[in-house]
């Protein structure tokens, strides 16, 4: 039996929820979704520059969990990015 998921501390809320590629209608993308952990993580880490550490003590989750949330959150966004895909954050 798995170990219940720890809840993760998220300080910093989207101002937007849906990020798309100009000039293609909605309905006619792909998306990826960013879970609200992920946004929070490339945040810290991405945006203000945080190093490993101290971002896993801000959302008070061990360096393991951070990295797998930050690696995770890369590859969608990239995805996103390369083929064209809408980014939804859940």
Known sequence: MPRPCRR?????????SYFKPSGIRTRELEH???TI????AVRLKD???????ECAEKME????????IIVAARKKVADAIVN??????L
Request: overall charge positive.
């Open 32 to 34: 990826s979704e960013l």
């Open 61 to 68: 989750i061990s360096q393991p969990t951070f990295h797998r």
């Open 47 to 53: 945006f203000l520059g945080f190093d490993q550490k």
């Open 84 to 89: 064209g895909k809408a980014i939804r954050i």
């Open 37 to 40: 952990e992920e946004f929070e």
């Open 8 to 16: 993760r501390r998220v300080r910093g809320r989207p101002s937007s």
